[in-house]
Nanobody, 125 residues
Framework: QVRLDESGGGLVQAGDSLRLSCAAS????????MGWFRQAPGKEREFVAA????????YYGNSVKGRFTISGDNAKNTVYLQMNSLKPEDTAGYYC??????????????????WGQGTQVTVSS
């Protein structure tokens, strides 16, 4: 019933930019918060950013703060992740997720009930 579809990943050079999209379908997500996580091979899942639909609050992981920006289009149930000044250490699979708003920690992957398939971002030197 609920589906999250990420897109926009690719292979870029250090310093380049990418914009990821996450389209949610199957229901209304007005009571949910949307987040982005990433995971590189051999590393733990890392919180990237999150946004609430109703309050328009945003949260960022320390490693991406100042470089990445999360935004959303409520009417389209779509969340975006603008990634600037990309670094090789940003290389990872990026996953969109949804959780009940004001329930659990935005930075905790266990708080999210729905997940997309992911999109790969590779940053070369």
């Amino acid at each position: 019933q609920v589906r999250l579809d990420e897109s926009g990943g690719g292979l870029v050079q250090a310093g380049d930019s990418l914009r990821l999209s996450c389209a949610a379908s199957g229901r209304t997500f007005s009571s949910y918060a949307m987040g982005w996580f990433r995971q590189a091979p051999g590393k733990e899942r890392e919180f990237v950013a999150a946004i609430t639909w109703s309050d328009v609050n945003t949260y960022y992981g320390n490693s991406v703060k100042g470089r990445f920006t999360i935004s959303g289009d409520n009417a389209k149930n779509t969340v975006y992740l603008q990634m600037n000044s990309l670094k090789p250490e940003d290389t990872a699979g990026y996953y969109c997720a949804a959780k009940v708003q004001r329930r659990g920690l935005y930075s905790d992957y266990a708080s999210y009930a729905y997940w997309g398939q992911g999109t790969q971002v590779t940053v070369s030197s």
